[in-house]
């Protein structure tokens, strides 16, 4: 059973390392199309609004309503990128003010959060305005997370409290399949049963609430249409809550066999009760990266990491307190006083020895859970900052009656502070932690524990403050270029990686020109890329934008803009960029001074804790020597196998890339400008004259070049193609991709 119990701590570390997924605690809005409380000249023709992580498409919303408030339109996350909320807007928009109510369903939690934007056509109409997303936590959400918490608390704690407290204080080798009493034994796994049965009762909860958000409905519509059965098979929330109904399944048999086995194979009873803290460890860890801390902008992987060992903590000494109040009644219960007083003190000495170093662990990671998400002090101020100051305002109590509990079990400890304060008395008389008063002491200490717990439920459906990210003062990449009678001058904003608006004015002979179709193209020739072309919105006299996630890295990118005027004629300009990965939104921040020093004071207690603690419970968890060495090398092994998968999955994301767009055989080197198109043409109506026609095959071909790669039009120019014959084969390099570029402008613009 020892390899079972490291089996379940390698599995838990693996859902760690892998579970780990970009997540925040909501996402929000990084750029939009038009932005908020804009005035435009004319009305667009696409809203479109990015986000910081990825939507649920079945159950996110865009609508557009006019000033009464009448939906106008209604649009969906983009096919291509599911962190983008669009919608087209109908033609013949009046003047006036529009509201865009948006309702994205983020992926990563299944927060579903409501808010709308405001621009306006013509002029600002003062009295309209949107409204910002609620903050606050849904009710029904922080029910199911606080039984679910409850839960897993209650079982961690439970079954790690028999194994380092319970059976090193009152075990017996004459008690078989479990090492104490079976009134202990009865009662200890009612507790367990009482868990699972709780941790399935928030579950189902959860998935009511779920599905009533998603749906924006009520819970008699999600029952009687079926509408669980959607958001279950349809969502990532779905799929992390079936992991957990699976854990809980597997936890019950594991129950259930430890009960049959009891008298049947002691041994491999007592092997699975010993096991039990590791599936309580992993249904907190499930938690944990789908958490806040999976989304911090600070060292996720250390947040998700310290939240745990957090949460770890925290549910040992709730769980464990819980357990021991409704085992005491009955495990006292045949002792005299004098008995019932030496028993209580051995287990509670031995509970408040393990729990001192854990209450400076659980004091020193929230301290450093708290740092990642408060970087200004006006975040205290949000109602993230308002549920955590609720916490710490009911758990400050708990923390004072612990302390008191940890004096008075000890009278020498007390006899010092009594000295020490002589007009504070601290004890009076026999120490009140080992009698009757302990108890007392006790339920008090847990009943204040459970508010707390409703104030961590309370937190973790609460939104974090939205990182204040570091962005760089970079001046956006800007140029010039005069294409025929215009002047057309563009701008990337900001101009690295990511999110991008294409800013483009254009003028005519000194004036704005204000009549002008405007397509805009992304290329970046050293891997062949190229996105689908956009249309530019005139938001302002002569103002055209356009935006887009096609940079997608560092590097030489070309910008392609067509200008189609209503006679059918159209100019190409041609822009060339470097684009710097530091203009990027930066995505994470790198830690302060305050955060090394609580990472360090972090350290110590983990430091001191192995010093003092770490060889009893390897004993109370009884590993023998032989079964330490093949666990440590079993974690080793497991560490490695981690480092390994993960290279293996990047190097698979990277193949599946290549595979999708292997680097070109050949690289285009001739921008596509005017110029191009121009020589193009001309050895185009020289030397292709069969492309010319309307063959089947020239057909086909025009109607790829939305999907072709410039290698594979290269290779079409120089050995042809199915039945077209290749062009003059003394062209030389540079006249083919002349070719090659002319050969594209028979592509569409626009969608």
Known sequence: MSKLN???????????????????????????IPADRSTLERPPTRVQYWFSEDLEPRFSEINLRDSAGAIIASGAVDDKNQALLALRVPPGLADGAYVVELRPAFASDGHVIAESRVFFVGAEVGDIAGQSADDRAIP?????????????????????????????????????????????MRRLRNCLIAALALALAANLIA?????????????????EQNLWQVALIGSRFGDIWTFRLVLLIFCAIMLFAAEYFRDLMPQLANGIWRGLPW??????????????????????????????????????????????????????????????????????????????????????????????????????????????????????????????????????????????LTNFPLVRGVAPGAGRAGGLILRLEVTLMLGTLLAVAWLSATPVPEPDLPRS?????????????????????????????????????????????????????ARGIRSAWLDAEQVETGLYVAAGDDIDRAGSWWTLIDLAAADGSTNRAAFAWEINQAAAVQQSRPPRVI????????????????????????????LSPASLIIASGAVALSLGIMAAGAVMISEQQRNYELTLNPPPRVVNTILPDAESLR????????????????????????????????????????????????CARDLDVDARWDVVNYFRTFEGRGE
């Not at 490291?6 to 939009?32: D, E, K, M, P």
């Not at 704690?157 to 009134?183: D, E, I, K």
């Not at 749906?215 to 008699?220: E, G, H, R």
Request: proline share 5%; with cysteine.
């Open 473 to 525: 003062s970079i001046d956006a990449p800007q140029a010039t270029l005069a294409v025929g009678e215009f002047k057309v001058a563009l701008a990337l904003i900001p101009g690295g990686p990511g999110v991008n608006s294409y800013d483009t004015v254009l003028s005519r002979a000194g004036a704005p020109a204000t009549d002008m179709a405007v397509h805009l193209q992304l290329v970046n020739p």
């Open 140 to 184: 029904l959400e922080v029910l199911w997370r606080a039984l679910l918490n409850l839960a897993n608390f209650v079982f961690f704690g439970a079954s790690l409290l028999y194994a380092v407290v319970l059976t090193p204080a009152w075990g017996s080798a004459r008690y078989q399949g479990g090492g104490l009493p079976p009134r202990v």
């Open 279 to 420: 599936l309580g460890a992993l249904f907190i860890g499930l938690s944990m990266v789908t958490g806040h801390a999976a989304g911090s902008t600070l060292l996720p992987w250390v947040a998700i990491a310290v939240d745990w060992l957090h949460a770890l903590a925290v549910a040992f000494w709730l769980g464990g307190a819980l357990t021991l109040t409704l085992l005491l009644p009955v495990a006292l219960a045949p002792y005299n006083e004098e008995q019932r007083r030496q028993a209580l003190r051995a287990v509670m000495l031995r509970f408040s020895r393990i729990m001192l170093p854990l209450v400076a662990l659980v004091v020193v990671s929230g301290i450093y859970n708290a740092l990642n998400f408060f970087i200004n002090p006006v975040d205290l101020a949000t109602s993230y900052g308002r549920s955590l100051g609720l916490k710490l305002l009911l758990a400050l109590p708990v923390f004072m009656l612990g302390a008191q509990q940890h004096i008075a079990l000890r009278p020498e400890l007390a006899g010092r502070l009594q000295s020490a």
């Open 595 to 622: 955060h090394v020093l609580a990472l360090l004071a972090l350290a110590a207690v983990l430091a001191y804790w192995l010093k003092s603690g770490a060889r009893r419970l390897i004993a109370a968890l009884n």
């Open 679 to 726: 020589r193009g043409e001309a050895l185009y109506r020289e030397h292709c004259l069969v492309w010319q026609g309307q063959s089947a095959d020239f057909r086909a071909l025009r109607d790829r070049l939305g999907a072709a790669r410039d290698d594979f039009l290269y290779d079409a120019v120089v050995t042809g193609w199915r039945s077209l014959p290749p």
């Open 207 to 223: 998935l009511l609430q779920q599905s009533m958000v998603f749906f924006n409905t009520t819970a008699a519509q999600v029952i």
């Open 6 to 32: 490291w089996l379940s701590l390698i599995t838990i570390l693996i859902l760690l390392a892998f579970g780990a997924t970009a997540a925040q605690g909501h996402g929000y809005v990084v750029r939009a």
